[in-house]
């Protein structure tokens, strides 16, 4: 089978999420992934606490070649280098001074290779007193964005973001830069560099509220101060202990709707909910009355009826029942793997799709250094030479199990 990036050569030399998730994706539609490892393995390996499978790993490290390679050696720089020159892309979210400790500064590699995208990410953007600043998605991407003051409710503490929400989300965004790059290397036939951080994404993502601030309404004083509260946008729990989150944003429409659907037309002539403005004066007695509606019917039936009624609402689903979903599974969200493990029988899929372009199986993540000596032969070094390298520690071999 032909892949669409099969010819794309991605050195990984970034760390834990972000930047190799954009690799992630290149790999899937067949990209030739090499990801560089220091001799302990890459950090993100070992985050799993007391759990004894490496679970991220697996997401953002599949359909990748390791290769175990000790860049504080001159030798590892040299042999990276090398690769670089027959590569297509680099990424990595080295800091400035790694940047100049390992010799991987763009303006160097360009004279290596005048056709590479060099694909960085950062936590706060290239420039500024920040740009050396170390951050994880929870402070760049979450805090430093607004979107966890947005959230807070009046008088709560700022509620931390699921691990990972905002590095994948910019992953995708440096993957969307990379190709952006290829294409204008196709046009002009010159690399270049990319750029994507934390700060960025998470402010795009938040970039509605913040347009609102910028126009003198803010969202976040407003829902705080306010207690911003709509019982038709609101989450309701079932009699059997499931939340479904009602998204009624036509009332007009959507309201006469669902008090048929609950079978409690007698709220519609209600004269407390007879439009827009009476209902949010008197917004605390009718989610009181969905709320109690709610609790006397089981999840499936609620979902029947107001899918029947052509309501739009959404199952706020356990991690169990996503994975179990017909719905993601059809259209390759979650994905089977033929993997022979019990801990890799599915994956997530990457969130881009192309007609007639097809994404490769998932492939297990290797062990640190799997793929050393068939990386380097593929780059025609000889055999010599890759036993001096082995033995002198500055390329790691691993196993494949």
């Not at 905002?166 to 010159?190: N, P, Q, V």
Request: glycine letters at 8%; hydrophobic letters at 40%.
């Amino acid at each position: 089978m032909n892949y669409l990036l099969e010819d794309i050569i991605v050195i990984d030399a970034a760390s834990f999420l972000a930047g190799p998730g954009a690799a992630t994706i290149m790999a899937d539609y067949g990209a030739k992934v090499i990801k560089i490892e220091p001799p302990g393995g890459d950090g993100y390996r070992t985050l799993v606490g007391r759990y004894p499978i490496p679970y991220h790993w697996l997401l953002t490290s599949r359909n990748k070649q390791s290769l175990g390679l000790d860049l504080n050696k001159d030798a590892g720089q040299a042999l990276l280098h090398e690769l670089i020159t027959a590569a297509d892309v680099l990424t990595t979210n080295f800091l400035e001074h790694q940047l100049e400790r390992y010799n991987l500064q763009y303006e160097f590699l360009k004279t290596l290779n005048p056709r590479l995208i060099f694909a960085h990410i950062s936590g706060y953007g290239d420039k500024g007193e920040e740009r050396t600043r170390r951050a994880f998605d929870v402070t760049g991407w979450w805090a430093r964005s607004g979107l966890m003051e947005f959230i807070r409710d009046s008088g709560q503490t700022p509620l931390l973001a699921a691990p990972g929400m905002g590095d994948h989300a910019t992953a995708t965004a440096l993957f969307s830069a990379i190709m952006t790059g290829l294409y204008r290397r196709e046009k002009t036939g010159d690399g270049c560099r990319v750029s994507t951080s934390l700060a960025a994404n998470g402010v795009w993502a938040n970039g509605m509220a913040l347009q609102g601030a910028i126009a003198g309404h803010d969202l976040s004083r407003s829902r705080q101060e306010k207690r911003w509260y709509n019982p038709l946008t609101g989450c309701y729990l079932c009699a059997d202990g499931h939340y479904i989150v009602l998204a009624i944003i036509n009332t007009v429409r959507e309201y006469p709707r669902l008090c048929e659907a609950l079978e409690r037309n007698e709220w519609l002539q209600d004269k407390r909910f007879s439009d827009a403005r009476q209902m949010m004066r008197n917004r605390d007695a009718m989610g009181a009355l969905i709320a109690e509606r709610f609790a006397e019917l089981r999840y499936n039936e609620v979902c029947e009826r107001l899918e029947g009624a052509g309501i739009t609402f959404g199952p706020v689903q356990t991690m169990m029942q996503v994975l179990d979903d017909a719905q993601l599974r059809a259209n390759g969200i979650v994905v089977a793997t033929d993997d022979p493990g019990e801990d890799y029988p599915l994956t997530i899929g990457s969130p881009i799709n192309i007609d007639d372009e097809p994404k490769k199986a998932p492939r297990r993540a290797p062990n640190v250094g799997a793929d050393s000596l068939s990386v380097l032969r593929e780059f025609k070094l000889d055999e010599e030479r890759i036993q001096a390298l082995l033995k002198a520690g500055v390329v790691i071999e691993g196993d494949n199990h």
